[in-house]
């Protein structure tokens, strides 16, 4: 079974910075893709970044590009999420998701229970 637990999250000034991690069983970790998303009060569910089984490709959403990064350790079934200059618009439920195929182009399903990031002075 699918297991994806989230963690790192917490309350960060704005313009700080913190590190998110994933850590995945129940499948063969590098044979797919994976990806985090977050969701906003009274937003829909986006996705901000995906990494391919590899770590070659990457993907991120247009409002979280040179900011954040994403990357994976596959010898410790582990996703991690760097996030720099963080805004107050960077406060979400952040989950992290598992891809269907070895590529960055989704679907993507299987999400953790979510790690809370508030972005506030």
């Known amino acids: 079974q699918v297991q994806l637990v989230e963690s790192g999250g917490g309350l960060v000034q704005p313009g700080g910075s913190l590190r998110l991690s994933c850590t995945a069983s129940?499948?063969?970790?590098?044979?797919?893709?994976m990806s985090w998303y977050r969701q906003a009060p009274g937003k829909e569910r986006e996705l901000v970044a995906a990494?391919?089984?590899?770590?070659?490709?990457?993907k991120y959403a247009d409002s979280v590009k040179g900011r954040f990064t994403i990357s994976r350790d596959n010898a410790k079934h582990t996703v991690l999420l760097q996030m720099n200059s963080l805004n107050p618009e960077d406060t979400a439920v952040y989950y992290c998701?598992?891809?269907?195929?070895?590529?960055?182009?989704?679907?993507?399903?299987?999400w953790g229970q979510g790690t809370q990031v508030t972005v506030s002075s």
């Open positions: 990494i391919s089984s590899t770590g070659a490709g990457l």
């Open positions: 129940g499948f063969i970790f590098s044979r797919y893709a």
């Open positions: 998701a598992k891809g269907s195929s070895s590529t960055t182009n989704g679907p993507f399903g299987s």
